[in-house]
């Protein structure tokens, strides 16, 4: 009534690899350090008439740390009027109040460049215009 087991196999091959497996995902970089975040407030609007007080706010945010940044006002023609140089000492948020006169009509570009603890920089811009 006891069969005998058979004997083990002495040739088996080996199954073959699959060939449908997706290959895994490439690892996700990380996302690339990006230049600081630069604001150019104008609170009073960015419309004047000559002789008016043009008040200018930048601000300048980057959770890495801000360098500084330079700021100016410029012709359209990119000509330099006015402007300077803030140091932030790595800061995460760094501001500039500044009050100029409107000396000239036309039409003029508010901007700052800026540059955080890394080295990565940024520049926003905006308009103002002198009737």
């Known amino acids: 009534t006891d069969t005998p087991l058979?004997?083990?196999?002495?040739n088996t091959p080996l199954p073959p690899p699959p060939t449908n497996t997706p290959a895994p995902p490439p690892p996700t970089p990380t996302p690339a350090n990006q230049g600081p975040q630069v604001i150019v407030e104008l609170p009073n609007g960015n419309t004047f008439d000559?002789?008016?007080?043009?008040k200018m706010v930048f601000i300048?945010?980057?959770?890495?740390?801000?360098?500084?940044?330079?700021?100016?006002?410029?012709t359209q023609n990119q000509v330099p009027l006015v402007g300077g140089d803030k140091s932030c000492g790595g800061a995460t948020e760094c501001r500039l109040e500044k009050e100029e006169s409107a000396s000239v009509p036309g039409t003029f570009i508010v901007g700052a460049d800026a540059v955080d603890t890394k080295g990565n920089k940024s520049r926003q811009v905006g308009e103002i215009y002198v009737h």
């Open 60 to 74: 300048v945010l980057d959770p890495d740390g801000v360098a500084s940044f330079t700021w100016g006002i410029f």
């Open 6 to 10: 058979p004997p083990p196999p002495t």
């Open 50 to 54: 000559t002789g008016d007080k043009v």
